[in-house]
């Protein structure tokens, strides 16, 4: 007995000493070994995933990882498929992208008797093709190039980005959604048949995201495409909610689109609204929209007002704002990342902090947590391989230069999920995160979304990374003419789908400059002005490429000092109004408050966290 008790000692002993010895997995040394290192493992962990899919459950939408067999889920698409396809540009699979993109256009149709979810065909189908569509050169180009020609490129459409099989997919794929924003308001059904539009009888009512979520997918084929229907269908959608909010700025989570009348009043970040407020930033963004950012740093006050508690937000009545729940959803993640992106970092790693300490205590993230009681809600606790949070601490990761801490922190999210939901045919949904058991069902969202943003957290220098400083643009030649794309600031849709928000301003430049044999000169030199800040004209005047325009150049750069110094003032002036400058002594200069982190003139409204630079003082760009 004593000897058992002797042996049982040495052992808790033995453990005691390794957990409390073990160093530290990350130091600055081996830094670049280790991001290296779980690259391959994320995309051991796609491959994994991708194949289970396709041996056992194409051409359902999405796979049964635990009895290893298929099954449709959001309208019979081959969904995985397309959800997955732009990442398999990202990991440079060109042979499969070929195959998949082929087959595509062949056994893809969106005429069929069935009803499908309005959002979630827009998110993961729309969304995907798109991607896919604008990604795909990337396994064509030349990287001693900085220039393509796509009329010579067999498997491209010769009037690239502005054309092509996936982009007419998915401009079919939203001709079929369309009929559900046929509504007094504006705002969409939440449920359309892909035959026969609109289902005779189906409720108007839908959750906030249902609404406000198209934006970034229906204007990019918009401005691909020449076809502003799309564009002017979300708009209106998005003004819709806007001039619905309560009068403390706030809204609910459901709403009657015939109506306009609010369902649901439980004012959330979360679940049912959470991807509205992430487009009113993101779009504001990508379509030079500030009266979005201007609409979210609305809601953003209200929210902090009524909903914040100790680095939690919990739910409130949107009228009179006054708490109702406790909770904490695990869709609510995805927030700090959009803080992230208008410059609120300090608030969005107090979030980020406190949401990594429920993964630790559960290995994933609860649908639901009582936040007072510290409990999981009711039948809530389940984690299906969300990507919220790993999305957010992707957007911090970039903007603190890959610090230790936030790098362990996924590092912990990928053994989690590795360790606990692979199976022989794949990732499980963790059906209870208190006991780890599993359910059988791969949600597509887990190869569209939270691989590729852990894979793009260990890969610090892949081309998605890149903004508009450190970018360098490439030059596209179409059988419309030429134009500049790849010029920073990838925009990813609430689906993890990349846009290329540069495309979308070649396809609108092509169509309205198309006679100007000027054209290309002059947006290279719109170009060269946004990146005056980090790179010097002579830098570019050394390029072998630009040779030719050396003359044009000279020109142009006396124009643009003038314009700088003249902007320069306005953006002084503009700010000097706002009430972080008003306590400022009027001998700070421009020079003096830029060196001090102040960018013009949206450090009063959005911070270049993305080197988004300022083009006029009432908008900005992140192309010219």
């Known amino acids: 007995m004593n000897q058992c008790y002797t042996t049982i000692l040495i052992v808790l002993v033995s453990v005691l000493f390794t957990f409390c010895s073990e160093p530290k997995i990350l130091n600055h040394e081996n830094k670049s070994l280790i991001l290296e290192k779980y690259k391959e493992k994320v995309r051991e962990m796609f491959y994994h995933a991708y194949n289970s899919y396709i041996y056992n459950a194409y051409p359902y939408d999405e796979l049964k990882p635990i009895s290893c067999q298929g099954f449709d889920t959001w309208g019979s698409y081959s969904l995985t498929l397309i959800d997955a396809l732009d990442m398999l540009v990202i990991l440079g699979n060109r042979t499969e992208f070929e195959r998949v993109s082929n087959l595509l256009e062949k056994t893809i149709s969106f005429d069929k008797d069935i009803n499908v979810s309005v959002f979630e065909t827009n998110i993961r189908v729309i969304g995907g093709l798109i991607s896919a569509h604008l990604l795909s050169y990337r396994l064509y180009i030349d990287k001693n190039s900085n220039e393509l020609d796509v009329t010579k490129i067999k498997n491209l459409d010769p009037q690239w980005p502005c054309d092509g099989s996936l982009l007419r997919l998915a401009m079919k794929a939203a001709d079929k959604i369309l009929p559900a924003f046929d509504t007094p308001t504006g705002m969409p059904y939440g449920t359309v048949n892909l035959k026969y539009g609109v289902p005779k009888g189906e409720t108007p009512i839908t959750c906030v995201a249902g609404v406000g979520t198209f934006l970034i997918e229906f204007s990019a084929l918009s401005r691909l495409s020449g076809d502003e229907k799309y564009e002017k269908a979300a708009m209106k959608a998005m003004d819709a909610l806007w001039n619905h909010r309560s009068s403390i700025n706030l809204v609910g989570n459901h709403i009657n689109t015939v109506t306009g009348q609010w369902t649901g009043v439980d004012a959330t970040i979360g679940s049912g609204v959470d991807s509205y407020f992430e487009y009113l930033v993101k779009a504001g963004i990508m379509l030079n929209k500030p009266e979005l950012i201007e609409q979210f740093r609305t809601f953003q006050r209200a929210i902090d007002k009524y909903l914040l508690h100790d680095n939690w937000f919990f739910w409130a009545n949107m009228n009179s704002g006054k708490k109702t729940l406790p909770l904490f959803s695990s869709l609510e993640a995805f927030y700090p990342g959009v803080l992230v992106l208008v410059g609120n970092l300090k608030q969005a790693t107090k979030l980020v902090d406190n949401y990594h300490t429920v993964w630790r205590q559960y290995g994933g993230l609860p649908e639901f947590l009582n936040v007072q009681t510290k409990t999981i809600h009711n039948n809530r606790e389940a984690y299906p391989l969300r990507p919220e949070l790993i999305e957010s601490l992707m957007y911090i990761i970039e903007s603190q230069r890959h610090d230790l801490k936030y790098v362990e922190m996924a590092i912990d999210y990928v053994e989690s999920i590795d360790r606990i939901s692979r199976l022989d045919c794949g990732f499980a949904t963790i059906k209870d995160v208190k006991d780890h058991k599993l359910d059988d069902r791969m949600e597509s969202f887990f ?3 939270t691989l590729k943003y852990l894979y793009l957290i ?11 400083a450190s970018s360098d643009f490439r030059i596209i030649k179409n059988n419309r003419g030429e134009c ?14 990349p846009i290329d928000g540069a495309s979308l301003e070649c396809c609108q430049a092509l169509r309205s400059e198309k006679d100007d044999s000027e054209f290309l000169p002059k947006l290279i030199d719109r170009y060269v002005d946004l990146k005056f800040g980090r790179n010097s004209f002579g830098d570019f005047d050394k390029r072998s490429d630009f040779k030719t325009l050396n003359q044009e150049y000279e020109e142009f750069r006396q124009y643009l000092f003038k314009k700088e110094a003249q902007e320069a003032q306005e953006h002084e002036n503009y700010c000097k109004g706002k009430k972080e400058f008003q306590k400022l002594p009027e001998k700070e200069s421009l020079s003096m408050l830029r060196e001090k982190g102040h960018d013009f003139p949206f450090s009063c409204f959005l911070n270049d966290s993305f ?8 908008s900005f760009s992140y192309f010219p």
Do not use: C, K, Q
């Not at 500049?484 to 789908?497: Q, R, S």
């Not at 080197?611 to 009432?618: E, G, L, P």
């Open 447 to 449: 190869l569209a979304e």
């Open 484 to 497: 500049v794309i790849e010029t920073g600031f990838f925009f990813f849709n609430t689906e993890a789908h």
């Open 611 to 618: 080197s988004i630079r300022v083009n006029s003082y009432d």
């Open 458 to 468: 260990f890969d610090p220098e892949n081309f998605l990374h890149n903004d508009i």
